[in-house]
């Protein structure tokens, strides 16, 4: 299995460019999320999903977009760069059946915004 | 949610044991505590879960007293390659896929 899998892993933008970071993991998970993280700073959450289908808000939702049409892929969308989006972003996903499963989280996607 | 407070960093030598210890004064009946590992420039990863008592893997233990209402993530002598940051995270089955993330505990281990 190749885990859970992210797309670009470096990407510059332009304040007011949009683009889609991509999410993909092959382990039939139901859960799928994507997280930020500025420099020397936690994890904060931005969307969830609990299915294909199924979306959420998280904790730092605003500037993003995000769907789950099948249960493998979860792309997030910035709808339109801005500087304070500048920071890393790693998706994850687990089981969501059971008491409380591991989550496995991509590589990450390195946002630069000028 | 519960809302969970670790010290924000902790300083260690090789060799010793290492205790961070999580408060979680309003974890939830159906809550579980799981801890994460998270080096430099990469995502975290998981390193042990438990519901109450003490768990042990190879990697760690957590030990969990019978109020529940706080947790120690023990490494048994650590090395360098410890240097990571720690997250507690506590949840369960009712928050479905929302996993909030604290701000971690520093671990800097030393020669």
């Known amino acids: 299995n190749a885990g859970v899998t992210q797309t670009p892993k470096f990407q510059v933008l332009k304040t007011g460019q949009s683009m889609t970071l991509q999410c993909a993991q092959d382990?039939?998970?139901?859960?799928m999320s994507w997280y930020r993280q500025d420099p020397g700073m936690g994890l904060r959450l931005i969307h969830y999903?609990?299915?294909?289908?199924?979306?959420d808000q998280g904790e730092v939702p605003n500037g993003y977009n995000v769907s789950r049409s099948t249960t493998e892929d979860f792309p997030l969308r910035l709808l339109s760069a801005a500087p304070s989006q500048t920071s890393v972003y790693f998706c994850a996903s687990r089981a969501g059946s059971g008491g409380y499963n591991e989550q496995f989280f991509g590589p990450g996607t390195r946002l630069t915004v000028l | 949610l519960a809302k969970t407070t670790q010290p924000i960093s902790m300083d260690s030598y090789e060799g010793q044991e290492v205790n961070i210890t999580c408060s979680h004064n309003?974890?939830?009946?159906?809550?579980?505590i799981t801890w994460y590992q998270q080096f430099p420039s990469q995502g975290p990863r998981f390193i042990i879960q438990?519901?109450?008592t003490k768990v042990t893997n190879e990697v760690a233990s957590l030990f969990i007293p019978a109020d529940r209402k706080s947790s120690t993530l023990s490494l048994p002598r650590v090395s360098l390659s410890d240097t990571a940051v720690y997250y507690c995270l506590v949840g369960g089955r009712n928050q479905g896929g929302k996993l909030i993330f604290g701000q971690g505990t520093e671990l800097s281990v030393k020669p």
């Open positions: 382990m039939n998970h139901e859960y």
């Open positions: 999903s609990v299915g294909a289908g199924i979306t």
């Open positions: 438990g519901y109450k």
């Open positions: 309003n974890i939830a009946t159906n809550d579980y």
